[in-house]
């Protein structure tokens, strides 16, 4: 069994920043890829980015430029630094390792 437990999130006005943090605790031999999933009210579960134990990173286009992801190998954390945000990143934000989701934690991005 594996846990991932969220932190950050919140509401943040348009130009904002907010950071989140996930860690992953349990049945954990290695981990490979870790990164985060986003959906929006009626619309799919969407790739925001996703990072390797070596560190080679992939971002969706809409998030490029705006998003750092980074992880604590040490600490079994991934990490998502969100500035520059905009509305439409509203969403609820889901850690992922393979095989594993985290149980989603609310950015909403309104003035």
């Known amino acids: 069994q594996v846990q991932l437990v969220e932190s950050g999130g919140g509401l943040v006005q348009p130009g904002g920043s907010l950071r989140l943090g996930c860690a992953a605790s349990?049945?954990?031999?290695?981990?490979?890829?870790m990164g985060w999933y986003r959906q929006a009210p009626g619309k799919q579960r969407e790739l925001v980015a996703i990072?390797?134990?070596?560190?080679?990173?992939n971002y969706a286009d809409s998030v490029k430029g705006r998003f750092t992801i980074s992880r604590d190998n040490a600490k079994s954390t991934v990490y998502l630094q969100m500035n520059r945000l905009k509305p439409e990143d509203t969403a609820v934000y889901y850690c992922?390792?393979?095989?594993?989701w985290g149980q989603g934690t609310q950015v909403t991005v309104s003035s």
């Open positions: 349990g049945s954990i031999r290695s981990i490979n890829a």
């Open positions: 992922y390792i393979p095989g594993w």
């Open positions: 990072i390797t134990t070596g560190g080679n990173t």
